[in-house]
């Protein structure tokens, strides 16, 4: 039987690069001070801000930006949404190892919304070559409507 009964619980997790610039830094805090009052309006329960790194080494497997990604990745499957290219690979220089490897660039923000602990939306995220924003996930939450509907979109490292 399926389960018709809203969800126990609705929060967000806003992923932020650990040196953000200035105009970033400046959106880091606007989207924390909507998600606050969100909070305030019982739109949902809570969130917390994750810091993680600015990019990544593909290869590790232990790396916790890596474990999200590969979260993020599957909902954007199961959504028929594309991570890219708000999540990017490039070939880097490391100077720890004086050698070339591809490394996961983390987008500055990321947004994951979950409903009783299972991941319902992502943000950014792209649909039919259009782009998503935090602000779009923001307003369809505010709105009261659920999560952005699976179907089209595309992204970017920036956004």
């Not at 890219?84 to 919304?113: G, N």
């Amino acid at each position: 039987m399926p389960n018709t009964e809203c969800p126990q619980t609705r929060r967000a997790e806003l992923f932020v690069r650990a040196d953000l610039p200035t105009p970033s830094e400046h959106r880091r805090v606007a989207v924390e001070n909507r998600l606050q009052e969100l909070q305030c309006a019982g739109v949902i329960d809570g969130f917390e801000t994750t810091v993680w790194e600015k990019r990544v080494p593909v290869g590790d497997e232990d790396c916790p930006e890596r474990t999200r990604y590969e979260e993020f990745r599957d909902w954007a499957t199961e959504a028929g949404a594309s991570l890219s290219p708000f999540f990017d690979t490039r070939l880097c220089y490391s100077w720890q190892t004086a050698e070339k490897r591809t490394e996961l660039v983390m987008p500055a923000l990321c947004l994951a919304c979950y409903e009783d602990d299972e991941l319902v939306q992502v943000a950014p995220f792209a649909r039919g070559g259009t782009p998503h924003s935090i602000e779009e996930c923001l307003d369809y939450l505010e709105a009261g409507r659920e999560p952005m509907p699976a179907g089209t979109v595309t992204a970017s490292t920036a956004d």
